[in-house]
C-alpha cells in the first residue's frame, strides 16, 4: 500500500531554512505527481509547490516563489522541499501528497494519497 511520511519540520527563526522531505513506499515513485500544502491555524489548506512526474516541472505559489524549492530525487523515491528565508506566515503543518500525473502538469486537481503532515513554526 502506498504510503507517504513527512519529516524535516521544526521551530525555525525568521530567515532561517529547512528543508522537508516526503518519503514514498510503493512502486514507480517516478510515474507520481508530488504537491506540498500548508494548513496555517484557522487558514484553508493552500497549494505550496508541486512536481510532475517524470520530467519534474515544477509549480510555486507567490508566496513562496523564490525562496522555496521543490525536488525529487527518484532513485531515493523522496522528494524534498527546500525552504528559505522563512517568514513567520510560513508557519503551518506541511503535507505532502502524491498521485499518477502527466508530464506536464506539476499540479493535480486531486490526490488520492496524503502524509501526515509536519509542523513547522517560525518565531523568534
Known amino acids: 500500500q502506498l504510503q507517504l511520511v513527512e519529516s524535516g519540520g521544526g521551530l525555525v527563526q525568521p530567515g532561517g531554512s529547512l528543508r522537508l522531505s516526503c518519503a514514498f513506499s510503493?512502486?514507480?515513485?517516478?510515474?507520481?505527481?508530488i504537491g506540498w500544502f500548508r494548513q496555517a491555524p484557522g487558514k484553508e489548506r493552500e497549494t505550496i509547490s508541486c512536481?510532475?512526474?517524470?520530467?519534474?516541472?515544477?509549480f510555486y505559489a507567490d508566496s513562496v516563489k523564490g525562496r522555496f524549492t521543490i525536488s525529487r530525487d527518484n532513485a531515493k523515491n523522496t522528494a524534498y522541499l527546500q525552504m528559505s528565508s522563512l517568514k513567520p506566515e510560513d508557519t503551518g503543518v506541511y503535507y505532502c501528497?502524491?498521485?499518477?500525473?502527466?508530464?506536464?502538469?506539476?499540479?493535480?486537481?486531486?490526490?488520492?494519497?496524503w502524509g501526515q503532515g509536519t509542523q513547522v513554526t517560525v518565531s523568534s
Open positions: 501528497a502524491a498521485d499518477l500525473g502527466s508530464l506536464a502538469s506539476p499540479c493535480l486537481s486531486h490526490y488520492d494519497f
Open positions: 510503493g512502486f514507480s515513485f517516478a510515474y507520481y505527481a
Open positions: 512536481i510532475s512526474s517524470m520530467v519534474g516541472t515544477t
